[in-house]
Nanobody
Framework: QVQLVESGGGLVQAGGSLRLSCAAS????????MGWFRQAPGKERECVAA????????YYADSVKGRFTVSRDNAKNTVYLQMNSLKPEDTAVYYC?????????????????WGRGTQVTVSS
């Protein structure tokens, strides 16, 4: 049974930074892509970042390019999302997800497993 557990969310002022972590268990982590999604109240879920199984390929939503960095440590079965220069519009619940394939994807339908989410709140 796959389990994904996010941590690192919280309240931060605009311009600040947070680092989210997602610890995975249940299947061979290094074989699957990972993604970070977020959902704000009244808005659709969006993929903010994704990373291939090897970590060599990454994807970023336009809204976070240059501010967020996704990375993974396959030895620790963990994926990270470093978030810098945070803005109030980044406020959302952030979810970690494990993909069905090794290649990265921004399509939520290509992700089989999801964490419970961690709240990120950015105050102005």
């Amino acid at each position: 049974q796959v389990q994904l557990v996010e941590s690192g969310g919280g309240l931060v002022q605009a311009g600040g930074s947070l680092r989210l972590s997602c610890a995975a268990s249940g299947r061979t982590f290094s074989q699957y892509s990972m993604g970070w999604f977020r959902q704000a109240p009244g808005k659709e879920r969006e993929c903010v970042a994704a990373i291939s199984y090897s970590g060599r390929s990454t994807y970023y939503a336009d809204s976070v390019k240059g501010r967020f960095t996704v990375s993974r440590d396959n030895a620790k079965n963990t994926v990270y999302l470093q978030m810098n220069s945070l803005k109030p519009e980044d406020t959302a619940v952030y979810y970690c997800a494990q993909g069905r394939y090794g290649r990265m994807s921004a399509d939520h339908t290509e992700y089989d497993y999801w964490g419970r989410g961690t709240q990120v709140t950015v105050s102005s």
